[in-house]
């Protein structure tokens, strides 16, 4: 029996539900939504023209509603397509270069966090620092790949909730959550001096409107990362969609006004944020938002709606969609990520039998779609003119913005194969997976 996406059912009342008949009842309710999509997909493909008339909208609104129910994500793939999924997909170069790589650092396996394995936290930070984190550590680095610094976090029965701490290209740092939901921006030197702390009132004092609507973790360090210029922290007070975003120096020094991350943060650097369930990031140019919404429950959790283009509002029901998302590097067209692996099973190289493979789709500003790739998005060529992806070969495919292929590439770490998880194309630097172990590496 195969149960509708977000319908929760422990497996201590499957048999209560043979005994009452709710089986058959579910049985029977899948069956209808399966039919009913079957009969309404016959009637889109012979209507034509996706982008035809009102009738031709209802049309596809209770084809989504009927497959989202039946949960076949094969009709919204094809919905997402504007017909013929095969047809769009982009071939991938069928030759492949062999590139080698020379080991700088070796960061180990990924730590047991507090609810399974921790993500690594990798960020760009400026020009010339990138760094690396653990709940518990960090590590800084130039360049040319050499290390900075490297920190051990004091952390007491805390996590450091996601973003476990951030560096200043000096080494300085602070973090969060040493105490577990401790609402403090703590202040650290070069070499782990405990400096200061500030709590999140003292970062962004509450206002009227926020104590009539505050709530447990209202006032938590949502996230925070060092600016692009290297002067202070991008901070985040609140959860979900956070209360205050402030820009606050290595003093202390804090500044509420004006402040929009994705201007202050490195380009092309800071992901989606929001609620997990709402998600959104801005354009480059800062006049268009794509955002990511689903519900919490319910058969729509694997159907999440992606929305685009304030002039003419696009929606896009994509199975499955998920991070990485976001817009083509100085573009209004998009990408979206679906059926991606979590961060934290990228050694599992390729999909299990019956798992849709990981792809990645692209649309223009009007909602048409340009065509998929199998595979990840991972950065930005260096001169922003492409993309790259890792396929699902673990090889890095670089697509030009008319997305054709320019290369296929595979990276290898002393002849042996790594999974590329973040590359920083302009130092010709990457971080990969090697064994289980994370490695940073150049060449």
Sequence with gaps: MKLPKGWVFGCILLPLLSLSGGADETDDYLEEQQAKATKLLTEWRAAGSPTGGEAHKELREQLIEAAVRADKAEIIDEIAAGGDVASKEIPLPAEITQVETKELFRLGVQPEGRYGRAAWVIRRMTKTRFEVWTPKRGWLFDPEGKLVNEVTVPRRDGAGREWYGAFLPDGRWVTTDLWDFDKTLHFFSKKGKYLKDMSSTQLAPLTPEDRESSSLGSDIIGWARCDRDGKGWVVSIGSEWG??????????????????????????????????????????????????????????????GFDWNRIDPQNKIIADGGKPFGFMPGSRDVYIGAYQPY?????????????????????????????????????????????????????????????????????????????????????????????????????
């Design 243 to 304: 209360r205050a975003v402030v820009f606050v120096t290595p003093d202390g020094k804090v500044r509420r006004k004006e402040i929009d991350p994705w201007r202050l943060c490195y380009p092309r650097d800071l992901e989606p944020k929001g609620y997990y369930i709402a998600l959104s990031i801005p354009s480059d140019d800062g006049k268009d938002t794509l955002s990511r919404n689903v519900p919490g429950h319910g058969p729509w959790v694997g159907y999440p």
């Design 343 to 443: 961060l934290w099973a990228q050694e599992e190289t390729l999909p299990s039998p019956g798992q849709a493979s990981p792809r990645t789709w692209f649309f223009n500003p009007k909602g048409a779609c340009r065509g998929w790739v199998k595979g990840t998005y991972l950065t930005d060529s260096a001169d922003q003119k492409a993309v790259l992806l890792r396929d699902n070969a673990n090889g890095v495919t670089t697509l030009d913005l008319d997305l054709k292929p320019i290369s296929r590439e595979r990276y290898s770490i002393d002849e042996t194969p790594g999974i590329p998880v973040k590359l920083f194309t302009d130092l010709r630097l990457g971080l990969f997976l090697v064994k289980g172990e994370l490695i940073l590496a150049k060449w």
